[in-house]
């Protein structure tokens, strides 16, 4: 069992950027952000994979998030910026080794989490 920590999460306005952190116990090959926020589902936002880094983003954030992982020290980043209110959510990430590439935005499909960082963004 893989143990996942983030931070970075804050208030913002609108327009405004924050950087996510997540940081492993482990090494494992695919890692994802995913956000929940009040009343709603659980949705996948960005997921990398490997040393090489292959990304995948929902499209509602593709062009203003960027989500990197620095293997040596088995962290994961989510870059965001142009953050707008429906953006605002509580931000899990979250790791697997047996998640296929089809299924790397799908929280059903993942076992380990993080207890997650909250995003509020103004208008």
């Known amino acids: 069992q893989v143990q996942l920590v983030e931070s970075g999460g804050g208030s913002v306005q609108a327009g405004g950027s924050l950087r996510l952190s997540c940081t492993a116990s482990m090494y494992t090959y695919k890692m994802a952000w995913f956000r929940q926020a009040p009343g709603k589902e659980r949705e996948g936002v960005a997921a990398v994979w490997g040393r090489g880094g292959g990304t995948r983003y929902t499209d509602s954030v593709k062009g203003r998030f960027t989500i990197s992982r620095d293997n040596a020290k088995n962290t994961m980043y989510l870059q965001m910026n142009s953050l707008k209110p429906e953006d605002a959510a509580m931000y899990h990430c979250?790791?697997?080794?047996?998640?296929?590439?089809?299924?790397?935005?799908?929280?059903?499909?993942?076992?380990?989490w993080g207890q997650g960082t909250q995003v509020t963004v103004s208008s």
């Open positions: 979250a790791a697997s080794d047996a998640v296929s590439l089809s299924d790397v935005l799908r929280p059903d499909r993942y076992k380990d």
